[in-house]
């Protein structure tokens, strides 16, 4: 456990122990520089790498308990969460010890893996996805021809296809993004040819090839405007809190400006600006400094004649996630330009934009069922989710709301979501996801011998033992209960 009372009664904020006290103190000193000794250490690569395997492995035992509560076990997923949290408090505190090892990364994943356990248990979380697709051993055959790719690449007057070594790891990145990857690497164009009109004018302005864009976006999020990581990286091009803020991204009236397309593309060309500076123009340096933290890649690269991504001496030193992103990212990119080459045929859209006026209240969700698929293949939902960044799914809009939405939707919208059977499917539909969440909320429990409020709750994942007691008017201080006795449950995560 966290602490006598875990955090239980409030998901997402659980009482902290000694140990994970003085992991964060430890940490807040690191990141304001207090930990003037580990920082002036050598820096020793092999150990910093080791704590992020071990922050990683924490974060993926974590979400493992929290899916375990979700489905109905929650002694095992207890059990799970306090050896990732305990873990994890472990090596975020050895880490502000450690010079070179990047504290935020610590403080983040834990903020971001307390969310994620709040939102799971409150049937909420749709946007946590892990883009990292399992082997498909058969992936679904597509016919459709390309639009966006083949546009001309100038990087910084030079020709991307040119700069790309297509060496064993690219070409071993083109296989999977041309087998098992592929379903996500089709996902990922279409999405991003809705998207294209908010990201690409940044790019084209600053000098920068859109397969490099579409790289990054398709290994980063999958063109999913709202993904989340399980370290806490947010958004279609996946900043960490602290980088994103070091670029603008800030919160804007509580709307969290990593998921802005137009804002987050802003902010990654300003970095791969500032490290493209700072690394002698070095494409994949700079992509692994993106991935990996660009404090790392420079001190790697400061210390060889040779500093190059593919040099034994820099890439044998970096974590296995930063080996494997950058030729994902340079194969991705590769494909973009060169899609007929290998037999790769991209979805065709418009992706014109038009404003979409409702005239009546409705979800974006009741809009997506209601408008049907409609000329794409997989309906309409991400794509108005990720225009209109800043509306939840299932936040009814006012009537006179103004939506972003593709221009050919306009006249589906007057056809069938302005009263008819459409509209109503897409009502009666919401509310019985309303009505789902209430019968799931509460459950009835029969009380077994040695059963106390206090065992109860704790097994059931419930919020507290007097929440129990109010809800089937049991008295104090004693809380008597019997077995075979039948118990109301609400909002319990067991």
């Known amino acids: 456990m966290i602490g006598e009372n875990v955090g239980w009664a409030i998901p997402g904020a659980p009482t902290m122990n000694s140990g994970l006290k003085r992991a964060a103190i430890l940490w807040l000193a690191a990141a304001w520089g207090l930990a003037s000794t580990a920082l002036a250490a050598p820096v020793d690569e092999e150990g910093v790498n080791g704590l992020y395997r071990a922050l990683d492995t924490a974060v993926a035992r974590y979400q493992a308990g929290v899916d ?286 038009a404003r979409l006026e409702l005239l009546e209240p409705m979800t974006l969700s009741e809009l997506a069922i209601c408008l049907g698929q409609h000329g794409t293949r997989a309906g309409w939902f991400r794509t108005l989710r990720n225009l209109n960044p800043r509306f939840e799914h299932d936040q009814r809009l006012p009537a006179g709301t103004r939506l972003a939405a593709p221009a050919a939707l306009v006249a589906a919208y007057h056809q069938h979501c302005q009263g008819g059977p459409r509209r109503a499917l897409a009502q009666n539909l919401h509310d019985s996801r309303d009505e789902r969440r209430e019968l799931l909320a509460t459950r009835i429990y029969t009380v077994r011998s040695g059963d106390t409020l206090s065992t109860i709750a704790s097994e059931q994942g419930c919020p507290s033992t007097r929440g129990i007691a109010q809800t089937n008017g049991i008295a104090g201080p004693r809380y008597l209960i019997r077995p075979g006795q039948k118990l109301e449950l609400i909002g319990c995560g067991g």
């Open 68 to 353: 375990a509560i979700r489905i109905g076990q929650p002694a095992a997923g207890r059990a799970g969460i306090e050896r990732a949290i305990s873990d994890l408090a472990a090596a975020g505190a050895l880490c502000a010890e450690t010079s070179g090892c990047e504290v935020q990364r610590f403080m983040a994943a834990y903020h971001n893996l307390l969310t994620l356990r709040s939102d799971v248990l409150a049937g909420a979380a749709e946007e946590y996805v892990e883009i990292q697709p399992e082997p498909d051993p058969e992936p679904p055959q597509v016919v459709l021809q390309p639009d966006a790719a083949g546009t001309p690449a100038p990087f910084d007057g030079r020709d991307l296809a040119e700069l790309i070594d297509l060496n064993s790891l690219v070409r071993a990145a083109l296989h999977d993004w041309l087998t098992w990857m592929r379903p996500s690497l089709i996902d990922a164009y279409e999405h991003y040819l809705y998207l294209r009109p908010l990201m690409w004018p940044t790019y084209e302005a600053a000098g920068l090839p859109e397969a490099l864009l579409f790289g990054i976006l398709a290994k980063e999020s999958g063109g999913r405007v709202h993904s989340v990581s399980r370290a806490g990286a947010a958004g279609p091009l996946q900043f960490m809190a602290h980088t994103g803020r070091r670029f603008g991204l800030r919160p804007d009236d509580g709307f969290d400006m990593r998921f802005d397309p137009t804002a987050a593309t802003r902010a990654n060309v300003a970095y791969l600006r500032e490290q493209l500076a700072q690394l002698d123009g070095n494409l994949e340096l700079t992509l692994a400094a993106y991935n990996g933290g660009e404090g790392r890649i420079r001190r790697l690269a400061a210390g060889t004649d040779d500093p190059s991504f593919w040099n034994p001496e820099i890439f044998g030193q970096l974590p296995r996630e930063t080996q494997e992103y950058v030729p994902y990212v340079l194969a991705a990119a590769w494909l973009f330009l060169h899609p007929d080459e290998h037999g790769l045929e991209f979805p065709r859209a418009d992706g014109d934009h």
